[in-house]
């Protein structure tokens, strides 16, 4: 199951904390994510500690990567959409949100399947195409479709070539691109 489960969650993830966050006014959508980011921190540290949490544990054993810091990247996922919710507005943080559960769920997928020419480390040139792609069209549904290719394209760049945690610098890299557009979200 993996790499498969691991970026159904990291997809699921983004498309569900976008959706709740939109449902939500500024203030209860950033007491939500920050619940979120303490929630996932005392797991981490549970995890780190030896302790098994009943559900949780079996999630974790199935979808992080071998020698990683539990949780690290659903932390950072967090960090990012509370630095958005604070810096741009709730809209653009659900924009950053769904860019990069789309973008790097199917950029890694497609890459590790028909991944045939490397950008840099393990990005391959068909993965980041494929994410751009579907991030598009999953933005279009929020923003019209020409901010959407936008920023879907300015996110894949950050995705592939960022040496930073893709999952705070392409969340931050949408909101970048689409303030520089000029387009408030949904």
């Known amino acids: 199951m993996g790499?498969?489960?691991?970026?159904?969650a990291h997809l699921l993830m983004g498309v569900t904390g976008a959706g709740v966050i939109l449902l939500l006014d500024d203030r209860w959508a950033f007491i939500f994510v920050s619940t979120v980011l303490v929630a996932v921190f005392l797991l981490c540290d549970a995890f780190t500690r030896g302790y098994d949490v009943p559900v949780f544990s079996r999630i974790l054993g199935e979808s992080e990567r071998e020698g990683k810091i539990p949780l690290k990247g659903a932390i950072a996922y967090t960090v990012g959409a509370l630095f958005c919710l604070a810096v741009f507005s709730r809209e653009y943080a659900?924009?950053?949100?769904?860019?990069?559960?789309?973008?790097?769920?199917?950029?890694?997928?497609?890459?590790?399947?028909?991944?045939?020419?490397?950008?840099?480390?393990?990005?391959?040139l068909e993965g980041t195409v494929a994410g751009a792609a579907a991030a598009a069209l999953a933005l279009a549904l929020l923003v019209p479709w020409w901010a959407a290719v936008a920023v879907a394209g300015v996110a894949s760049?950050?995705?592939?070539y960022s040496p930073l945690?893709?999952?705070v610098a392409v969340q931050v890299g949408a909101c970048v691109a689409l303030a520089a557009v000029g387009i408030i979200a949904a």
């Open 165 to 167: 945690d893709d999952n």
């Open 157 to 160: 760049i950050v995705e592939a």
């Open 94 to 124: 659900a924009v950053g949100l769904v860019t990069v559960g789309v973008l790097d769920s199917v950029s890694t997928l497609v890459g590790l399947r028909f991944g045939r020419h490397t950008l840099r480390g393990k990005k391959s």
């Open 3 to 8: 790499e498969t489960f691991r970026q159904t």
